[in-house]
């Protein structure tokens, strides 16, 4: 599976962006897909994650009623909406992909993704 994220950049406090990523390769329809930032010298932190067979999401505490996840299924594409950034969401924006979701909910452990794309910087300014 490889992952291709885009949609970082610099936006104004109060702002909105739309991080995409794009999956190729073996891709079974039955993963999971998550969204992780990760600041310098930091672990990766979980943002947000679908469940692409059952549309089921799950979202930090941080991001919820800000960000939104979705799926596009003829695109092979899931995006993060973001609305309302503050300064410290400034971070690298991950996308990965857990081939083996729990059936019933989304996953916010990092080692269950075994698959990661390359990091989209955003960053919000004050």
């Known amino acids: 599976v490889q992952l291709q994220a885009s949609g970082g950049g610099l936006v104004q406090a109060g702002g909105s962006l739309r991080l995409a990523c794009a999956a190729s390769g073996r891709t079974v329809g039955t993963h999971a897909t998550g969204w992780f930032r990760q600041a310098p010298g930091k672990e990766p932190e979980f943002v947000a994650g679908i469940n692409w067979r059952t549309g089921n999401t799950h979202y930090s505490d941080s991001a919820k009623g800000r960000f939104t996840i979705s799926r596009d299924g003829a695109k092979n594409t899931v995006y993060l909406e973001m609305n309302s950034l503050k300064p410290e969401d400034t971070d690298v924006y991950y996308c990965?992909?857990?081939?083996?979701?729990?059936?019933?909910?989304?996953?916010?452990?990092?080692?269950?993704?075994?698959?990661w794309g390359q990091g989209t910087q955003v960053t919000v300014s004050s």
């Open positions: 990965a992909v857990d081939p083996a979701p729990h059936p019933q909910y989304v996953s916010s452990l990092r080692q269950r993704y075994r698959y």
